[in-house]
């Protein structure tokens, strides 16, 4: 008789968002102007013929002057178009136009904070209305595939994509002893569901609710929350399993700060062997990320240190997505050149490697990975899911106009969850295409990935030339 | 086959204020002497009693040789860029290519002053492209249209199958019954059948409507399979198989519940209300010898028909090229990744496939180094919006072009990119909303799309006058007619 | 306790004005600290009387709109419109006994059109002869949570 052993699978990994409803009213791009004075007030009004209700109900929210029309228009121009005095006519929102800066924009502002919401991708009709390319990440395209192995379900069915990581350094080989135990040491790793690690802005109007609800959201993911370490007490606590202390050399460490934590971060700077030794004699079993600045050759830093027993590297970016000491050189650049030096130093899984800097978007994450990290830090995305308008007015001692310190904790959890899950299902949508089924084999995926450079100048670079007696059209 | 051309018909906006450029305004000061009616050669101005600024979109600006707001001896008239003009369209259908493409939907011609109507604003690509022209081109007396053959051949591959030559190089792309109206599929074909081209029915099924039209009417057979039956195969002459959409590669079609009407569901054999997927990539397909088989099953039901392959543009759209010509197709049909969809995930429409102006001349070069190059009619699409664009990717190696939001901006869409929400297009295009539906009549449409379709004929004849070509089929492939900006001085 | 009321005016200001981007606009926030609160519009006549009824109604002592200058308005006579919204408005409160010179409108100047700032501060001087309004003390404070 055959014995048959029941065998639940492993629960998938689901991230379950809500509608998170805003606390202010966001800014829109649309700035409807209306002119009333003239108006024939004919029966068939084209304002009651909005397809979308917009001049129904209207009201004004007196904090910041928000006329509910403007939240509401969806720019069809039917009524700019119909009027018979032509009363209705259009503009851009000044306060929209004025969110954020070149790179962190108003539109991706304004869809970061719908992904906070909803929850949901961002779906549109029509085609892209980008720009053909552009700097950075936007100079890369990702692949498809016409014909795949793929999932039968769909990407949210029964079989699985995986987007889990595992930090922490993969030996090169293990050995055993005679009976089949294993003789070296077990690998000591930290595996997340997700490759996207929550760390708390540089600035932003942040009260211990805000960061309670960071952490809150962060232990409802799976992933972690990397904050200053100074700032971890009272509640925070309780949230040690998902929280990386950032190690400050000038703060001195407490002896059983680290009690609980799984993973911390020291900056690799003057003082990192002593500090290391520091953690390892109290927590031999945390791991240590080093956060180093992504400079211009940052790869030979890399590769010096990865045989003195550092197995997990956070190389930073600036918030615009660049090296740090090159403007002109963008975070992309920066991963893959260090993975590459890895890989033909045959070294690439001893060590993992952590990304970060002005990423926006979750084809941001995506692409990074592609490029070589293993994961990414995101840090301004999770403020702006709060509304953050990234206008710095905190940075000034004026007061945020979203008020960002008086929100709830569990708000603020369900907002981040909201946000991290609608990139969780982006980062899904991009490796379906590819066909691939598991994050860690998107990992330095560049024969994979299309860039623009190198796809310009090969099509484009052996055109005709303007001769003499020709003109261009 | 109809192969006399339809004539432009006048067909003005069909709302009250169209939208142009510029705008004009009048002070109290005016005397309503008319001047500046006598003097504007585009009727911007009527006397109707009154003197009157009726159509200021025809204005064309600053530049106008008579201008009115000069002449005005009252000095009643000032002119200024109209604000709403700035705020419409996007990068790559700029508020000045819309207005432009409205024009040729009005008049059959292209604007006479004041607007870009050739290139867009996405600063790559065709929009870096240009193409190059002797000064001055060998006087030509024949008259402007004609002589220069647009005509191209769509079966070059054996004689069992229907020899089909459209009289112009593009014809519809597919556009779904369901995310848009009968009456938007219906002005389609009807154009496609004056121009004596063709107009594919999309993913959604075939309404019964077209059956007049089945000559000129491309059925898909997409992975949902919607409405796909042995007696739609049977009435085509060109079946078009959709593996990917350029928009949304490595994912299926996607029609929102809100859009799923009972005249919809009735079409997709599906359930009112609830959202349709079309799975990617079609499940009985895994590999070359299984896309012949399906080949196979068209060939058998409708022995005559041409095989069209729609395909994305991934890393190896070269292989997949010379696969779909090894199993059997006659068309192959790159829809490149800017293109325009239903509805798509927006991380898959910038980032996911590459822009069409890549995959073609990889696609043309590869299948030139393979021989067979003259034995399929390879077809781009993904974002061609002017003739100048169907110029540019002809000389970069496609036989064709496929025509997709140029058609829907010609019945006036907007590009505010609101088709999946709800009800759908509050213009009335993209929906299938029965009052929303009525705010375009199928005469408009047919005649709008008719004369758009006219209009870039003219343009094509005379860029290939200009180059010293007799037939579009003389710039295929002639990479020397074109420069791109970055690289024009090496 | 009650603290120190501080006396908000509210500035409503087209887009157009010279130097007014945002940058400029938060100095002027920093200069003059909880004083005042700007809000740009796409266009000086999109002010309503409901604007400034409003303001005047939760926070502001005072509410002014900037416009453009005659013959510059984008929309050809915003800055029109708005003149003559201002008066009605005017009307309105006066009808209700708060002072008419509560609300006001500041026609940018043709020759030399004035910054933002400029502006500002020509606002900011009037309307210190103002006494503190007495609808504002109606309410118990101005920071009512709004949700």
């Known amino acids: 008789m055959i014995k048959t052993e029941r065998v639940f699978m492993p629960a998938k990994y689901m991230i379950h968002t809500q509608i998170v409803p805003n606390r202010f009213r966001p800014l829109t791009k649309s700035g409807i102007i209306a002119w009333w004075e003239g108006c024939l007030g004919c029966r068939v009004c084209v304002k009651r013929q909005c397809v979308y209700g917009v001049y129904r109900n209207r009201d004004l929210d007196v904090r910041q002057m928000i006329d509910s029309m403007d939240n509401q228009c969806m720019n069809c121009l039917r009524c700019v178009q119909g009027c018979p005095r032509e009363l209705i006519h259009k503009s ?30 961002p779906v549109s009709g029509a085609g892209y209305s980008g720009p053909f390319s552009g700097p950075g990440f936007d100079s890369m395209w990702t692949d498809m595939s016409e014909i795949v192995r793929p999932t039968r379900d769909g990407i949210h069915g029964r079989e699985y994509i995986s987007t889990g990581i595992d930090l922490g350094g993969t030996p090169k080989h293990l050995a055993f002893t005679d009976s089949g135990d294993l003789e070296s040491e077990p690998p000591s790793l930290v595996d997340m569901p ?8 540089p600035f932003g109007s942040l009260s211990d609710n805000t960061i309670k609800g960071w952490a809150m959201g962060a232990r409802e993911l799976g992933t972690f929350l990397a904050l200053p370490n100074e700032i971890i007490k009272g509640e925070l606590l309780a949230f040690k399993k998902n929280l990386i202390p950032i190690i400050s050399p000038c703060h001195p460490l407490l002896h059983d ?67 740090t000491d090159d403007n002109s050189i963008f975070i992309k650049d920066g991963i893959r050149q260090t993975h590459l030096a890895l890989v033909d130093n045959g070294m690439r899984d001893e060590i993992t490697i952590l990304a970060g800097g002005g990423l926006a978007m979750a084809e941001h994450a995506a692409k990074s990975i592609i490029c070589g990290a293993d994961g990414v830090f995101i840090d301004f995305p999770i403020l702006i899911a709060l509304e953050c308008r990234m206008c710095r007015r905190c940075t000034k001692g004026l007061p945020c106009p979203v008020e960002i310190d008086r929100a709830e904790a569990s708000w603020v959890a369900s907002r981040v969850t909201n946000l991290i899950g ?37 099509t484009f670079g052996s055109l005709g030339t303007l001769r003499e007696g020709y003109e261009l059209e | 086959m109809n192969k006399e051309l339809p004539e432009v018909v006048i067909t003005p906006s069909r709302f009250r204020n169209p939208i142009g450029k510029y705008r004009l305004h009048r002070t109290n ?54 604000p709403t003009f700035d705020t419409m369209g996007d990068l790559r259908w700029t508020p000045d290519l819309l207005v432009s493409t409205w024009c040729m939907a009005e008049t059959g011609d292209v604007p006479q002053g004041g607007l870009e109507y050739r290139i867009g604003d996405s600063n790559g690509g065709f929009d870096r492209l240009r193409l190059v022209f002797p000064r001055f081109h060998r006087t030509n007396s024949s008259p402007l249209n004609e002589e220069v053959d647009l005509g191209i051949e769509l079966n070059r591959r054996d004689n069992s199958s229907h020899r089909i030559r459209i009289e112009v190089p593009f014809y519809g792309a597919g556009m779904s019954y ?81 859009k799923v009407t009972p005249a919809v569901a009735r079409m997709r054999e599906a359930v009112v209300g609830y959202p349709l997927f079309s799975p990617f990539p079609f499940h009985s397909v895994y590999s070359v010898e299984d896309h012949k088989k399906h080949v196979d099953w068209i060939k058998a039901i409708n022995p005559n028909a041409l095989i069209s392959v729609k395909v994305s543009t991934p890393t190896d759209v070269d292989m997949v090229a010379i696969g779909s010509y090894y199993a059997g197709a006659h068309i192959i049909h790159l829809d490149g990744s800017y293109g325009g969809t239903g509805a798509a995930p927006d991380i898959a429409k910038k980032n996911i496939a590459m822009p069409i102006e890549y995959a073609i001349p990889i696609v043309h070069k590869f299948l030139m180094e393979e021989g067979v190059r003259d ?79 006219i209009a870039w004929r003219k343009e094509l004849i005379r860029i290939l006058k200009r180059l010293g070509m007799k037939s579009i089929r003389e710039l295929v492939g002639k990479t020397d007619c074109l420069v791109h900006l970055d690289y024009m001085n090496k | 306790m009650t603290e120190e009321k501080k006396q908000t005016l509210a500035l409503f200001y087209c887009q157009q004005t010279p130097e007014s981007s945002e940058q400029e606009r938060q100095c002027l926030e920093e200069k003059y600290e909880r004083s005042i609160r700007l809000f740009p519009i796409p266009c000086g006549g999109r002010i309503e009387p409901l604007h400034f009824l409003r303001a005047l109604e939760e926070f502001a002592n005072a509410a002014y709109v900037i416009v453009c200058p005659e013959g510059e308005c984008r929309y050809f006579e915003g800055n029109l419109r708005a003149k003559k919204r201002v008066q009605k408005t005017r009307e309105i409160i006066e009808s209700i006994g708060l002072e008419g010179n509560r609300i006001g409108i500041l026609i940018n100047p043709r020759e030399n059109p004035k910054s933002l700032a400029r502006l500002v501060d020509e606002i900011v001087c009037n309307a210190s002869q103002l006494e503190p309004s007495r609808v504002l003390n109606l309410h118990h404070s101005p920071a009512r949570p709004f949700h």
Not at chain 2, 50 to 68: D, F, M, S
């Open chain 1, 422 to 458: 609608a990139w969780h299902n982006q980062l899904l949508e991009v490796m379906s295409a590819m066909g691939i089924r598991d994050v860690r084999r998107l990992r330095g995926e560049t024969g994979r990935a299309m860039f623009y450079e190198d796809l310009d100048r090969s």
């Open chain 1, 92 to 121: 851009i929102n000044p306060e929209y136009e004025a969110l954020g800066d070149s790179h962190w924009t108003p539109d991706i502002i304004a869809q970061l904070w719908n992904q906070a919401e909803t929850g949901k991708i």
């Open chain 2, 29 to 82: 000061e005016c005397t309503g002497c008319g001047q500046c009616v006598e003097i504007c050669p585009y009727g911007v101005h009527v006397k109707i009693g009154r003197v009157l600024t009726k159509n200021h979109y025809r204005c064309i600006g600053p530049e106008c040789p008579n201008a009115c707001f000069e002449a005005c001896p009252a000095g009643a008239l000032s002119l200024k860029r109209n």
């Open chain 1, 257 to 323: 700060a680290l009690e609980g934590v799984r993973l911390v971060e020291v900056p690799w700077g003057e003082k990192w062997k002593e500090i290391t030794q520091k953690i390892k004699e109290a927590h031999p079993s945390v791991l240590i990320s080093y956060r180093t600045p992504l400079v211009r050759g940052v790869e030979e830093k890399v590769l010096s240190i990865v045989n003195s027993g550092v197995s997990i590297i956070y190389l930073e970016g600036t918030s615009s997505g660049r090296v």
């Open chain 2, 178 to 258: 369901g995310s848009v109206s009968i009456t938007t599929m219906l002005s389609r074909v009807r154009a496609a059948t004056a121009l004596s081209t063709f107009s594919c029915t999309g993913e959604g099924g075939y309404p019964d409507q077209l059956k007049p039209y089945d000559d000129h009417v491309i059925t898909q057979v997409a992975t949902g399979l919607f409405g796909v039956r042995e007696e739609t195969i049977k009435r085509v002459r060109i079946v078009e198989f959709k593996y990917a959409q350029g928009a949304k590669p490595g994912l299926g079609g996607h029609l929102l519940g809100d």
């Open chain 1, 194 to 201: 997700l490759p996207i690690i929550l760390r708390v802005p």
């Open chain 2, 375 to 453: 034995k399929i009619t390879v077809i781009a699409s993904g974002g061609i919006r002017t003739p100048h664009d169907v110029a540019k990717i002809i000389a970069l190696g496609a036989d064709g072009v496929c025509t997709g939001t140029a058609e829907l901006v010609a019945l006036e869409c907007i590009r505010c990119h609101n088709c999946e929400s709800g009800r759908g297009c509050a213009r009335g295009i993209a929906t299938t909303d029965s009052e929303l539906m009525k705010l375009i009549d199928i005469d408009w449409g047919t005649q709008r799309i008719i004369n758009l379709f």
